[in-house]
């Protein structure tokens, strides 16, 4: 996945990525959390719907249910599956204890588990947008679990 505005990002705030060794500190991750969490196509897709998205369990079982429309359009498919996996890794961050966003060599974020498991929330995201499955809210009970 490729997200031009993480470029600038990575270069005001070093090369380095959050907790891979000489990280950015919590302030910097923070910032990149709330970076990550504006998934805003995917906000107005739901919205345009009356689905809010409040960065719930439940607001993810309420995606799950929405009409994939989108998949007419390959491109808006695309950004679709990519905020819907920024949007995943979102409620996870937030609600699972010890989960965090970390950027792997190339830029691309990911979310690593207390338990030291790493999720590729952007390929979880694109399936969803893809095929429906494996349903957003299903992927987030097994990680809570995990």
Do not use: K
Not at 99 to 125: C, K, S, T, Y
């Amino acid at each position: 996945m490729n997200i031009p505005f993480l470029d600038g990002w990575r270069r005001r705030h070093g090369s380095a990525a959050p907790g891979a060794g000489g990280g950015t500190g919590d302030r910097d991750a923070q910032g990149l959390a709330g970076l990550l969490s504006e998934c805003e196509l995917l906000r107005a897709q739901a919205e345009s719907v009356g689905v809010v998205l409040d960065d719930s369990p439940s607001s993810l079982e309420a995606l799950d249910q929405l009409q994939p429309r989108w998949r007419e359009d390959e491109e808006l498919q695309s950004w679709l599956g990519n905020d819907a996996g920024l949007y995943l890794g979102t409620v996870v961050v937030r609600r699972v204890a010890g989960a965090a966003w970390q950027l792997w060599p190339d830029g691309q974020p990911f979310v690593r588990l207390a338990n030291g498991r790493e999720l590729d929330v952007a390929a979880a995201g694109h399936q969803w947008a893809e095929d429906g499955a494996p349903q957003l809210s299903q992927l987030y009970a097994e990680i809570a679990e995990s």
